[in-house]
């Protein structure tokens, strides 16, 4: 056990690392290349999500939680294994020398559970503690690709933190590990050994690793690390020491539930004053989007248009398509922009209508050629930056709420910290109610946190 030690708001008790069991087959696992789809990721970093259960007596999941994690690792080995971010560019596993750590904490004040998990905007600086870090990279350059965190909440609950660099996979593949890890702790599952058929009927499908099924005829991947090659800029000096450490200004996080009910009367009103009907991802697309330009927290002042990003997800839509379980990345980027008076013009109504016409045409854009202009797509995103634009992160079709029931019931309260990393970034997830509504989760300082809920409210 390594020593207790704390951080602010909570008291570390230990640091586990935790590796997959061998291969059943006596042979090692093997090492899985970057696609094209994951080396634009090898200069971001992890996305975060805390899930926040109630439960009396918190300490006493810890065993069943051990035991149950090396079952989804010995299926996701790689989150167990690092990326060394130079050809040949692999995600490789080495046993004895890599693992993935498991922090188990304690918070200080495990009262605040109840607050932590309301919708209301809470202070961020309440929350960064509860998310799990990656450990630094190696000196040849080589990072972890996943870290765990258990936040203890004594007579009220347990958060538990899951952090997976976003070179490793996708948030589709890392809430099939969530989900494997999930029902592996329900189930009382601790081994795939003596009852390995028992084990594959309970649990989701094990995950396809296999990256050759991700065709590169055109050697996307060259050309993507070679753009990205051209963007890097030329290392230089170090910058000068702070006289002081900057203080960082006061962020708070909250989530907006837009029922379904809500969701449909957008909808209806969106299909009378734009061309189509829309989905219920850019009906709450287009609301917030129009709610973090009047927040002020996104795009550039005075700027005549107004600019939204967000990933669609690819393994139904490439020719042939993936399996669903395949495990890595498979989005793209897909470019929305709008006049910024359309989107503030009028009430509230009619600038949603505008954002949902501007997000249906580029979806409409981007399934008539799923890969077209991908050779472009890192120097498009780069262009666009500078204008501040929204992103999505998250999707309600991975159910963070429906599907992760470690055995004491369905989360209290998910949430993606990561967004704070890029300002005017919207998380989407699933209803915790499970009546086919979205929740939607914002990090803003607090004067752009109020005028987000007013206009939430206005709709």
Known sequence: MAPPSSQPGVRVLDRIRVSPPPPSDSAQYPALPLTFFDVAWLFTGPVERLFFFRHPDPASTLPRLGSSLPVAL?????????IRPRPPFLISYAPGADALTLVVAESDSPDDFDRLVARAPRDLAGIRPLVPQLPPPGEDGAFALAAVQVTLFPGHGLCLGVSVHHAACDDASTMHFVRTWAAACRLGIESEGGSAEEATLLLPPPPVLDRSVVADPDDLRGKTLAGMARLAPPPGPPPPPQQ???????????????????????????????????????????????????????????????????SAECRSRLS??????????????????????????????????????????AIREMEQGVLDGAEGWLGRVMSVLPQRPMSVGGSPRHGVYETTDFGWGRPARVE????????????????????????????????????????????
Not at 331 to 358: H, K, N, Y
Request: proline share 7%; with cysteine; hydrophobic share 45%.
């Open 244 to 310: 002081q450490e900057e203080v960082k200004p006061p962020m708070l996080m909250a989530s907006f539930l837009l029922p379904r009910h809500q969701i449909d009367r957008i909808k209806e009103g969106v299909t009378e004053k734009a061309d189509g009907k829309v989905s219920s991802f850019v009906a709450a697309s287009a609301l917030a989007w129009v709610c973090l330009l009047k927040s002020g927290s996104t795009g550039v002042a005075g700027a005549e248009r107004s600019h939204m990003l967000f």
């Open 74 to 82: 010995r299926r996701f080995y790689p989150l167990a294994g690092t």
């Open 416 to 459: 993606m910290v990561s967004v704070e990393k890029t300002p005017g970034t919207v998380a989407l997830a699933d209803c915790p109610e499970g009546d086919g509504g979205i929740e939607l989760g914002v990090v803003l300082p607090p004067d752009a946190m109020d005028a987000f809920s007013s206009c939430f409210a206005a709709i």
């Open 320 to 361: 042939p398509p993936l399996p669903a379980e395949y495990f890595g990345n498979c989005l793209r980027p897909c470019f929305v922009e709008a006049a910024t008076a359309e989107l503030l013009s009028g009430d509230t109504a009619d600038g949603v209508a505008a954002a949902a016409s501007a997000i249906g045409s």
